[in-house]
């Protein structure tokens, strides 16, 4: 049983609307320790300009909102009264965890220090990033099980309570959920450089993962008759504010609610970075097409110029299949038998150049006149193009 002796902690007043906005309590030392990572952010955005890289200014703001809010987060009301009820230490938790690090690893920090720190650190970061540790530590399922189980893990075991008897202890562990919160951002946003980079379906199918994990602890919370820290909430025997059941169902439904909401902008980031990563391989596929075509690499043939060529059955047998879905643009062609074929009816991408289109025997010229992914020895085994020997 924990005695009143034992929470000695001041009681702070009674919590109103007022005091939601009124209510502080800095730490100096988190304070410089927030400002020193702010100029160090910005100073690297200084000299990554200067080196004619391009950083855009959102990133500065948006790391700069990741800082106020840690700083709100453990030095507002929610801090003045984390020691003394439940929802205001579970919205802490949860906003170390989730909300902060998002904000921050949509900045991009690792890169900045690459890009725009000392070599020895752009060095030293490539390094490590290319460790087996580092591929390791940073593989989907490890990564998601350390996130997943924090949360369980610091409200199911002494760890709570011994935030609550410390300050030290609370902002250890501040500091820890919001590490552990950028790890988790860095690693499925994929925006820094990673040691390993994954499927993005798999961040979507994570993210989901994680909503349950956040509905499941906040029911648990909520519904369940186990009273976390019960003891120490009992012994302070608060003349004001909720039970400490009904502060522990304020706290879950908190818990929850913040935990779900964080997903959506989240998911959001995680959907555009799709997009502008098929968007970018998209457009180098097509230049690398258009380098190949200006080389005499590839010819784009038709209809037209194929037929009467050596392996001109081939080609023009192409060009009924392509016709077919273009309402008879084209025609077939068997044996000795020719119908005309529209001459803007493109055929196919050949890997070769000009002069060799036509060259050859049949067998050889229809090899040609087959579209290039038919060729491709990655894409043709793939999809039954080319058998395998």
């Known amino acids: 049983m924990v005695t009143r002796a034992l929470t000695a902690v001041p009681l702070p007043a009674p919590l109103t609307g007022a005091r939601l906005g009124s209510a502080w309590r800095v730490n100096p030392t988190v304070g410089v320790i ?35 809010v840690f700083a709100w987060t453990t030095m507002s009301f929610l801090g003045v009264y984390q020691q003394v009820m439940f929802w205001p230490r579970a919205v802490q938790i949860i906003m170390l965890l989730m909300v902060a690090p998002l904000f921050l690893a949509l900045a991009m920090p690792v890169r900045l220090m690459i890009e725009g720190g000392p070599r020895w650190l752009a060095a030293a970061v490539r390094w490590a990033l290319a460790t087996r540790v580092a591929a390791l530590v940073t593989f989907p399922a490890v990564v998601s099980i350390m ?113 779900d909401l964080a997903g959506v902008p ?79 009816t493109p055929v196919s991408i050949s890997h070769t150049s000009a002069a060799t289109v036509g060259a050859g025997g049949s067998g050889e010229a229809a090899k040609r006149t087959r579209p290039w992914w038919e060729t491709d020895p990655v894409l043709g085994r793939r999809y039954g193009f080319i058998e395998e020997e």
Request: glycine share 10%.
């Open 266 to 344: 989240f998911l959001g980031a995680l959907w555009r970075r799709m997009f502008d990563e098929d968007r970018d391989k998209a457009a180098q596929v097509d230049a690398e097409l258009d380098a190949m075509e200006a080389a005499g690499e590839i010819v784009y043939g038709t209809a037209s110029t194929a037929v009467g060529a050596p392996g001109a059955a081939d080609v023009v047998g192409s060009a009924a299949a392509i016709g077919s879905a273009a309402a008879g643009s084209a025609a077939a062609v068997e044996g000795d038998e020719t119908v005309a074929v529209d001459a803007s």
């Open 147 to 259: 996130f997943l189980v924090t949360p369980f893990t610091v409200y199911f075991s002494p760890i709570y309570e011994d935030t609550l008897r410390s300050r030290g202890a609370a902002w250890v562990l501040s500091f820890v959920l919001s590490g552990l919160g950028f790890f988790y951002y860095w690693t499925r946003l994929r925006l820094d450089p990673v040691p390993k980079e994954y499927p993005h379906l798999v961040s979507v199918w994570i993210t989901f993962a994680e909503a349950i994990a956040d509905g499941a602890l906040g029911l648990t919370l909520m519904f369940g008759h186990h009273l976390i820290a019960g003891d120490w909430y009992t012994a302070l025997n608060k003349p004001w504010g909720p039970t400490p059941k009904q502060d522990q169902v304020w706290g879950g439904g908190a818990l929850w609610l913040i935990g």
């Open 34 to 68: 927030l400002l020193v990572l702010a100029v160090l952010y910005v100073s690297g955005t200084l000299v990554a300009r200067r080196r004619g890289e391009r950083w855009p200014v959102y990133r500065t703001i948006v790391f700069l909102i990741g800082l106020a």
